[in-house]
């Protein structure tokens, strides 16, 4: 990410040190996932859509310790492994929105609010700026070789009201509440780096 980029990380003393962790991070763009890997204080373990686990791509992604995820259905395999992986103190990388999109955080799933609860880890919001911002020549579908990417850390927060239900309403309601926290977080990184909104 050094190389290609100028990624810019602020607040990476908010992730903690150890213990399980959900990164939920806006995405805008194919390397928000890549970028928040590289600069992120601790190892970052993302779901990651089954369809990119193909070619080459597929034993690189496990070897360094992606899970992988079927979005059509309730993957039962991916949320055991997840779950897994935060018993055992790891750091689970989420895009809340559930795909590529505005990066806004405006239309959550509640299947963060769902690892959060069922887990008790807490969340750490992170925005990534500035990757949709300008197009490489070389590569349209790469932000422009040598841009500054800003990756900004929230402070972390616990889903739900602290009750572990893990019911239809409940998870609505801690969905509801996950949201605003990274809204808010957005707004915040926004103003911290300069970044006017719809640039991502």
């Known amino acids: 990410m050094n190389g290609l980029w100028r990624p810019r990380v602020l607040g990476a003393w908010r992730v903690p040190a150890s213990g399980p962790v959900i990164l939920a991070v806006n ?5 928000d ?5 590289g600069t992120a204080p601790r190892p970052v ?3 990651i859509k089954k369809e990119a686990f193909v070619g080459p ?3 690189f992604l496990r070897a360094i310790g992606q899970l992988k995820v079927d979005r059509a259905v309730a993957d039962r395999t991916a949320i055991t492994d ?3 992986l935060l018993a055992a103190g790891g750091v689970l990388g989420i895009f809340p929105e559930g795909t590529r999109g505005e990066g806004n955080f405006a239309s959550l799933r509640s299947g963060l609010a769902y690892f959060a609860v069922r887990s008790g880890a807490p969340i750490v919001p992170v925005a990534v700026l500035g990757s ?4 490489s020549r070389l590569v349209k579908a790469l932000p422009r070789l040598r841009s500054r990417v800003d990756v900004v850390f929230g402070d972390a927060f616990v889903a739900g009201d602290g009750s572990g239900r893990r019911t239809r309403a409940a998870l609505d309601d801690a969905t ?5 926290r990274l809204a808010a977080h957005l707004d915040d990184a926004r103003r911290l780096t ?7």
């Open 27 to 31: 995405h805008s763009h194919n390397i």
């Open 33 to 37: 996932g890549p970028m928040l890997m």
């Open 45 to 47: 373990h993302f779901l």
């Open 57 to 59: 791509l597929d034993p």
């Open 82 to 84: 997840a779950l897994g």
């Open 132 to 135: 949709t911002e300008s197009r």
């Open 176 to 180: 509801v509440g996950v949201q605003q």
């Open 194 to 200: 300069g970044r006017p909104a719809g640039l991502e």
